[in-house]
């Protein structure tokens, strides 16, 4: 799918959504336009209505044409921000909330948008798996479609009552849905044919790319600790403390080990617990002691305590000194 917007009083408002795919067996490469008369009079009744038409066309072809698993994804190349906004604020004001879902990244930026109204729509950002301009996207999958030039007559709503002007807008709008699953359908047959990866289960390049190294390259299994282990284990690991001191010192020799990480990588991964309860360790060198325990540190009176971070009612506790650090 694709967005056209228009400003209209300092505000960005859609005014066509097109669509691209096949419906019965036939590719369906259609527009849906705003009511140009009704947004001068009510422009939030315009948007609504808008968006209505296009969500009963993606109904009725889930209704009438055997979709598998009344699931249909919809990709589109910039959903991450400008049109998933749109979309997404479209979706909560046409379906019950509580049916529409959303995954965002740490920058609040879409990854998907789901709606569950008895069946599945999920749109996908086009943009995160090939991060390229649209026509670049087109040339790299080996789709050499006409790429219409955007008219600057468009920016003002009045087109609409030009006939030459809003038939050449409609091609314009409906371009872009068009050569997205043209360049989309190239790309999925690429990546099935070389790899047997469906481009529709994944969300960004590294996903991409994880699944064909996991699925065609990868020579061991990589382990997926149970939920109770993975707590455990995560209960040892906190970011670094930043302190700024002023450092002193007098014939000193100063040592900075490189490639700690990726050598620990090429050791075996503990994976399994083995023993739970109290075990006596007295007896035993470290050199000879591989993986993770949950351990009780004991400190004489006249050491300073903690002698270890630790955390403490969600904060980190660093000994620095004569003192204590909370993080």
Known sequence: MDLETIKINNTQMPIAISSCGYFNGILDNKIFLIDHKLLNVNSELAVIELWKKY????ENVIKNDNIIDNKLTI???????FDGYFLYK???????????????????????????????????????????????LCKMFGFEGKILKYNSKFRNVNFFNEPTILQEFI????????????ALINAQFLYFDKFKIDIESVYSTATLSLKIFRSHFLDKYIYTLPSHIDILIRNAYYGGGTDVYKAYGKNL??????????AAMLNPM??????????????????????????????????????????????????????????
């Not at 020799?253 to 990726?262: A, E, I, K, Q, T």
């Not at 994976?271 to 470290?286: A, Q, T």
């Open 75 to 81: 990709f589109a190349h910039n959903l991450g921000n």
């Open 270 to 327: 503990p994976h399994k617990l083995i023993s739970k309860g109290c075990i006596d360790l007295s007896n035993r060198k470290l050199i000879s002691f591989f993986g993770f325990c949950e351990a009780q540190i004991v400190c004489s009176d006249n050491m300073l305590r903690p002698v270890l971070p630790f955390h403490h009612e969600g904060k980190t506790i660093y000994p620095v000194g004569n003192w204590l650090v909370f993080f």
């Open 253 to 262: 020799h100063y040592y900075d080990v490189n490639s700690l990480y990726p």
């Open 90 to 136: 479209s979706l909560l004001n046409y379906y019950p909330v509580n049916e529409v879902n959303s995954l965002i990244d740490e920058s609040n930026t879409f990854i998907s948008i789901l709606i569950n109204h008895g069946f599945n729509i999920e749109w996908k950002d086009s943009l995160r798996i090939f991060p390229t301009s649209l026509d670049k």
């Open 55 to 58: 969500f009963l066309y993606l």
């Open 171 to 182: 091609e314009y709008s409906k371009q872009d849905s068009l050569i997205l699953f043209n």
